[in-house]
């Protein structure tokens, strides 16, 4: 029973296993059903676009597997979206573990760069995978899509408008930043993740 990330098209697969070897874990990147089946926690990161990446996981069959899942799952930026049940991205319907649809960001100050790329506080954290994380600590940021706050939302950050940066459901994890590439807060999460 090994960590699994899920090979798809998406951009920070090697982000991921690079930082997970940084704190001593090693993971096997694959799309194989039985292995997704058989792992003992399972990654989805992502950058990438919604609907190209839903395709494949659809042609594959892993949505129905990581549906059905009961070992804990970590949702990492695309991810998370597409745990969701529906993004503004192409108009794609996603998973639907978390009842929330990824709307795109909109503003007309152009303050706001969209997408939004950088470093960000979160806050309200609740739940073990914030395990001796302080509040207002930050992480980074990359998208032009976000999932609005909900009964889910275990931590929120704001840009242009109060958005979850966080999401948990039973077994299930999800996070809009990006973990790998938050120094060490982010590396702590990951860990916090690994001893669920």
């Not at 739940?127 to 929120?156: E, N, R, S, W």
Request: charged share 20%; aromatic share 12%; proline share 5%.
């Amino acid at each position: 029973m090994k960590t699994i990330i899920i090979k798809y098209p998406a951009g920070n697969v090697q982000s991921v296993l690079f930082s997970l070897e940084r704190i001593g874990v090693k993971a096997v990147v694959t799309d194989s059903q039985e292995c997704i089946k058989n792992a003992k926690r399972i990654i989805l990161p992502g950058v990438g676009e919604a609907n190209y990446a839903m395709k494949y996981l659809k042609e594959k069959k892993i949505d129905t597997i990581l549906y059905n899942l009961k070992q804990p799952v970590l949702g990492i930026c695309l991810g998370m979206q597409l745990l969701c049940k529906y993004s503004e991205e192409s108009n794609t319907s996603c998973m639907g573990i978390f009842d929330l649809s990824v709307k795109k960001f909109q503003s007309n100050n152009k303050t706001y760069k969209i997408p939004k790329i950088g470093w960000n506080t979160i806050h309200n954290l609740k739940g073990p995978l914030f395990y001796k994380i302080p509040d207002g600590i930050y992480q980074y940021f990359v998208h032009g899509y976000y999932a609005p706050l909900g009964k889910d939302t275990i931590a929120q950050t704001e840009y242009i408008i109060p958005y979850s940066a966080a999401l948990q459901k039973n077994n299930f994890y999800a996070v809009q930043f990006h973990p790998e590439k938050s120094s060490y807060v982010g590396h702590k999460i990951l860990e916090n993740f690994m001893n669920l």
